[in-house]
């Protein structure tokens, strides 16, 4: 099971300079999902790091795999 700093940790290194500007994070029961508070969602991030592997994967691909939108996810302190 990957933490969240790790899943932190995954996710900066995986965004490279895009992740200069994450700074809201989110908690699922399978997931982290890393963004941008003003962010349109297209693109690199929202960035999803799943908690069974830390395997970095793409936002609307993992929350339609799941059936599961934002408003299922809590907000946690990032």
Same mark, same amino acid.
């Given at each position: 099971m990957v933490t969240y700093e790790k899943a932190k940790e995954i996710a900066l290194e995986a965004l490279g300079e895009?992740?200069?500007n994450i700074n809201e994070a989110f908690e699922t029961d399978g997931a982290y999902i890393f963004n941008v508070r003003d962010n349109i969602y297209a693109g690199? %991030?929202? %960035?999803v790091i799943r908690k069974s592997d830390g395997?970095?994967?793409?936002y609307w691909r993992y929350m339609n795999q799941c059936g599961i939108t934002l408003d299922d996810a809590k907000e946690i302190d990032f």
């Open positions: 895009f992740g200069a690199r %991030i929202p %960035i395997k970095a994967l793409n």
